[in-house]
């Protein structure tokens, strides 16, 4: 009896919370834009209570990061978990279906050591990001936390279909709907099975086949379907969109990000700087060096090749033109199209074409987290956002590629990699 009365008193108590206090030589504020000596990161039950300066309190636990500089957990808002870019064109074939599920386990690894703490997946099959996220929140495995599209929504013979196959197969995409109506109840089912974020394939894209990258797929009105839908059920909605027509009637949509942008015109950016709700750019301008040095070793077929040649340097140019006409704009690395452990490759390439160290690290954690509508999150260190801080030697600012050799994650107070 005693020992059931003891045991009752255990289930009874409410659990000691466990704090860690985080400290470095030094912390970017992505809030301030600046750059804070000796920071001091309290943070409790996974999530940050207090953002201070100075020392540690005596008999506290700490994660002591000398000489290193902490930074939010970065969030990548384009990525594709269940992809791998060593199989390109048929040469996936090989493989049975469950395959593409089971090595995305080391990709959502890959993006979290690689300092992403959280990652939007844009499109996936069979709801593998669903269960990628299902699996991480339930302690199964380690990766970032995910924000889930499912399957992305597309017309009939678009991007977002299967263009592969031959007929014979009646291989179609899961998310297909070729009116208003239809894409409507495409944005309910995937909504239904767990994804929290909308993608839709507004134009051709590169690595499909038979579609062209400036060629516009879906009208506006669809679009437009699409957005009110995903709005009324409190979602949010990525548009794939390389073509200038199709960016402008994304953007006119309502659409709330733009991925990719490469032929944008003059145009399309200034409807995006002035439209009244936000609307972002994610340009993954890092990955074709990737693509085009490996893409035909890996089965990539020329027609993508030469597909990706064509919009490359127009659209590092447009990022450029974008970001000087003051568009808000995102990190989005399409890590798939290139290995997801190199993601952090991107920032390089962001200050490249004009963004300043801080801008484009404020790219990757406060303004995503603003276009994912998470600002009580992620996106920063800040008291009550979750306890997530990446560690690199020296300081970013100064030299953003840094920012390629993360030294320590941590993840809701969590250390995952690296620490002391």
């Known amino acids: 009896m005693r020992n059931l009365l003891l045991a009752a008193l255990a289930l009874s108590t409410p659990a000691t919370p466990e704090t860690v206090i985080v400290t470095a030589d030094r912390m970017v504020d992505v809030l301030a834009g600046r750059v804070v000596p000796n920071p001091v990161v309290t943070i409790t039950d996974g999530r940050i209570t207090s953002v201070s300066t100075g020392t540690a309190p005596a ?78 929140d339930e302690g199964l495995i380690k990766g970032p ?7 992305a929504l597309g017309a009939t013979g678009g991007h977002c279909d299967q263009t592969y196959l031959p007929p014979s197969f009646a291989a179609k995409g899961k ?17 239904k099975y767990g994804a929290e974020v909308i ?18 797929q879906l009208s506006e009105g669809e679009l437009r379907a699409i957005a009110e839908e995903a709005h009324q059920w409190g979602l949010r909605v990525a548009a794939h969109a390389h073509g ?26 200034r409807l995006a700087a ?46 450029r033109k974008a970001h000087r006409a003051g568009v808000k704009m995102v990190f989005g690395s399409d890590a798939g199209v290139m290995p997801h452990g190199t993601a952090g490759g991107q920032f390089k390439t962001m200050v490249e074409y004009g963004m300043t160290p801080m801008e484009a690290i404020q790219a990757a954690t406060r303004n995503a987290a603003q276009a994912l509508g998470r600002e009580r999150d992620v996106g920063a260190i800040a008291a009550g956002r979750f306890g997530d801080i990446i560690a690199v030697d020296g300081d970013p600012t100064q030299n953003v590629r840094l920012l390629e050799n993360v030294t320590t994650v941590i993840k809701g107070g969590e250390v995952v990699k690296g620490g002391r």
Not at 121 to 130: F, L, Q
Not at 175 to 191: I, M
Request: aromatic share 8%; hydrophobic share 35%; with cysteine.
């Open 274 to 319: 002035q439209r009244k709700e936000p609307v972002w750019f994610s340009m993954d301008i890092f990955n074709t060096d990737y693509t085009q040095s490996e893409g035909k070793k890996n089965g990539v077929l020329e027609d993508n090749l030469r597909k990706d040649r064509e919009v490359a340097q127009i659209q590092r140019d447009n990022f």
């Open 145 to 151: 936390r995910i924000v889930p599209a499912a399957h």
């Open 244 to 269: 200038a027509a199709g960016i402008k009637a994304a953007i006119r949509a309502g659409i709330d990000t733009i991925e990719h942008v490469s032929l944008v015109d003059d145009e399309g950016i």
């Open 199 to 216: 993608k839709v394939c507004a134009t051709g894209g590169v690595f499909s086949r038979n579609t062209e990258p400036g060629q516009q």
């Open 59 to 136: 008999g506290a636990k700490v994660v002591a990061l000398p000489g290193k500089t902490i930074l939010p957990g970065l969030i990548d808002m384009h990525v594709h978990l269940d992809s791998n870019p060593r199989f390109g064109g048929y040469t996936g074939l090989q493989f049975t279906d469950s395959f593409w599920t089971a090595q995305g386990v080391q990709n959502a690894r890959d993006m979290l050591d690689a300092g992403f703490t959280t990652v939007r997946n844009v499109g996936s099959d069979n709801y593998s990001d669903v269960g990628y996220k299902q699996a991480i």
């Open 175 to 191: 998310a297909v709907g070729d009116s208003p109506e239809e894409l409507r109840q495409r944005v309910r089912e995937q909504r």
